[in-house]
């Protein structure tokens, strides 16, 4: 015949009963070693300061919609949590609060309000930011080119707590504007020369041209020789690194003792362009800009000359994902993308 569990504890020896009964200890309490993390309900807990502020269990009940014996079984719960007496009742319903319970009280406060910030901020996701992405000012066709509305759309998608903005940078502001936080991503023809912040080279490039006046001998060449461009007199600005200026100025042709170079202080290529509309002082630009030059101005082919290539450069210590995703977009820019353009 079966023999049930008790007909099994009854046969077992001293020693197996004691296991038992360990066992069945463990099971009833949610503390099975004073060392391990223990169990608490914080609905129970904001239960008891109530209790604890009406100390009455009918006052108190009536403020949680509860009956008195519902709240007392959702405090003898708690007790049971706790291993510890938080109340002692009285007479009509009039109760004390021990020692116990009035520190267990006094700590529950803070915990209870920092437990409901927590699940308002899981609730509302991450927090809201933007991502604001600097180009050297004149240079927005280079990022139409490249489709950066798309990308900012679909980074949005993919990061809906990203915001992202565009911001024209002043020439001389380029060599420390990440670290000034003025952006956040640098796209930029020219890795940034500062160990905080992360250059990465991109798989894009596009040609050079020649910018000259509408009244210059060239106006109407079309293309010229870049060697014979590097004899004219050449814009140049001297407060602008050479990081970035020399590829302007056509630093690989010849050393910077026998180039003609003219200086501006203009900061954006909007001013620039004014230096060359009148006279003989010539400049060059990316092949992006030629549609967008006046009735004062011409393009011309640079025959010869380097494509210049890009960066995308971040502060090192930025690692959220809205940055590393753009970052990781412009990488995935295919190399043929501004000769698909025509630039």
């Keep these: 015949m079966a023999f049930t569990s008790r007909d099994r504890s009854a046969c077992a020896g001293p020693a197996a009963r004691r296991r038992s009964a360990r066992c069945r200890s463990a099971a009833r309490s949610p503390i099975a070693d004073a060392g391990l993390a223990m169990e608490l309900d914080l609905s129970l807990a904001s239960s008891f300061l109530v209790l604890a502020e009406e100390g009455h269990y009918g006052r108190a009940a009536a403020r949680l919609h509860l009956t008195s014996p519902a709240l007392t079984k959702r405090i003898q719960r708690l007790e049971r949590q706790l291993g510890v007496v938080l109340l002692q009742r009285g007479p009509a319903g009039v109760l004390r609060v021990t020692a116990a319970g009035l520190r267990f009280a006094e700590a529950t406060g803070p915990l209870l309000a920092h437990a409901e910030a927590a699940l308002q901020a899981a609730r509302q996701g991450p927090s809201r930011y933007t ?22 759309h679909d980074l949005h998608r993919r990061y809906p707590e990203a915001h992202f903005t565009c911001r024209d940078i002043p020439f001389p502001e380029l060599s420390g504007c990440l670290q000034d936080k003025t952006v956040d991503v640098l796209w930029t023809s020219a890795a940034v020369p500062n160990a905080t ?19 210059h001998r060239w106006a109407e060449a079309g293309s010229i020789d870049v060697g014979a461009f ?94 590393l995703g753009l970052i990781e977009a412009f990488e995935a820019v295919p190399a043929g993308t501004f000769a698909q353009a025509g630039t």
Aim: net charge negative; glycine share 8%.
């Design 197 to 215: 912040v992360d250059s990465h080279p991109l798989n894009v490039d596009t040609a050079l041209i020649g910018v000259v006046g509408a009244r």
């Design 230 to 323: 590097c004899d004219e007199p050449m814009l140049f600005n001297p407060a602008v690194s050479e990081e970035w200026m020399g590829p302007f100025w056509l630093a690989d042709i010849r050393p910077r003792r026998d180039a003609r170079l003219v200086e501006t202080l203009a900061s954006d290529h909007e001013h620039a362009l004014l230096g060359v509309t009148d006279g003989d002082t010539v400049m060059t630009s990316v092949a992006s800009t030629a549609p967008l030059l006046g009735p004062d101005l011409r393009a011309v082919t640079l025959i010869g000359a380097a494509r210049m290539g890009f960066h995308a450069a971040r502060r090192h210590t930025d690692g959220r994902d809205a940055v």
């Design 131 to 152: 991502v604001r992405i600097g180009v050297p000012a004149g240079a927005r066709p280079s990022l139409v080119a490249i489709g950066l509305a798309k990308i900012a």
